[in-house]
């Protein structure tokens, strides 16, 4: 008798088992369902605004003829893109790109480092120097670029006026080929220094107190806790501030249009001395009205960013130090 109740309360408990795993997958079923439904908005947002444009900008890529005002083409193949690797306009927007890189990322680097250290050893008004620092980020590139174009200006500017109080005469910074990549590069620096420094007081503040607490019971110098402790917990933000300063001078835009494009009316610079790979893309799409080039450009300039990408992978999992 009781060897039956035993095996009637296992048979129970074996239907009430399967009934409770037959709920909970419906209820999972429900929930996946509300999921998919939630995230159906921003899917349809990325597959209208840059899933579509990507396959249309690679699909005029290949006409060997376009017309945008009817958009068609003619022919298909590789002409597009062994064009613009033999033009050359589009090298010297690559090496100015490259020039500008090698001139603004350390410098980028050096100075929002140096005032994120700062900022973080201030305990008061911290939130004030944070709100100063940040607000040239919110401010239009457009506008800012205006002034600095007062500041370049070889006739009336403030770096010219400083320059003659020292003696030295004054320099053409929006004509001169040399000088036009000087100054885009202080304008490019200045422009994205907040945006660095805030990434680099997030990493700062990651690392736990304990280890500075520890750091200087040892009798650690502040050079030493900088350069044993702080730079190797923070390389994995200096990483991505090299990877983010890459791709923000790479895109460089509105810089170029707002110093040299007002100022030369329609180029960058005299001779698109200051043209940079993104100002090509828009050059040759708005300008020349070469759309099919234009579309091969932002293909190669895709496919380096995407190999930049690749690299910043392999390297940080081999010399990165995460907390």
């Given at each position: 008798m009781r060897n039956n109740n035993v095996k009637e309360g296992a048979q129970i408990s074996k239907q009430q088992k399967s009934r409770l795993i037959e709920m909970s997958d419906g209820t999972l079923r429900v929930r996946s369902g509300w999921a998919y439904l939630y995230i159906l908005p921003g899917m349809a947002l990325l597959l209208l605004f840059t899933i579509y444009p990507l396959i249309m900008v690679l699909r005029t890529a290949f006409y060997q003829k376009y017309i945008y005002i009817t958009n068609t083409g003619e022919g298909f193949g590789l002409s597009s893109f062994a064009w613009v690797l033999r033009d050359s306009t589009f090298w010297m927007a690559c090496k100015n790109t490259l020039i500008l890189l090698l001139i603004a990322l350390p410098i980028t680097l050096v100075l929002a480092l140096g005032a994120a250290l700062l900022i973080n050893s201030i305990k008061r008004l911290q939130?004030?120097?944070?709100?100063?620092?940040?607000?040239?980020?919110?401010?239009?590139?457009?506008?800012?670029?205006m002034a600095f174009l007062w500041l370049f200006h070889s006739d009336y500017g403030y770096i010219n006026y400083f320059l003659q109080l020292f003696g030295i005469s004054p320099k053409e910074w929006l004509t001169d080929p040399t000088l036009m990549i000087v100054s885009l590069s202080i304008f490019s620096v200045w422009n994205g220094l907040a945006f660095k420094i805030l990434l680099f007081l997030a990493g700062l503040q990651k690392i736990s107190p304990q280890v500075y607490q520890a750091a200087r019971i040892d009798g650690a110098s502040p050079a030493k806790t900088l350069f044993r402790i702080t730079l190797p917990l923070l390389s994995p933000t200096i990483w991505m501030v090299i990877l983010v300063s890459v791709i923000y001078v790479a895109r460089t835009f509105n810089e170029v249009y707002a110093m040299f494009v007002s100022f030369s009316g329609g180029t960058a610079g005299s001779g698109n001395a200051a043209i940079t790979i993104m100002y090509y893309i828009y050059w040759m799409f708005y300008d020349q009205g070469k759309v099919n080039y234009a579309a091969a450009a932002a293909i190669l300039f895709l496919i380096v960013i995407i190999l930049i990408t690749v690299v910043q992978r392999v390297v940080s999992k081999k010399f990165i130090h995460y907390v």
């Open positions: 939130g004030l120097f944070q709100t100063i620092y940040f607000l040239p980020y919110v401010t239009s590139t457009i506008a800012i670029g």
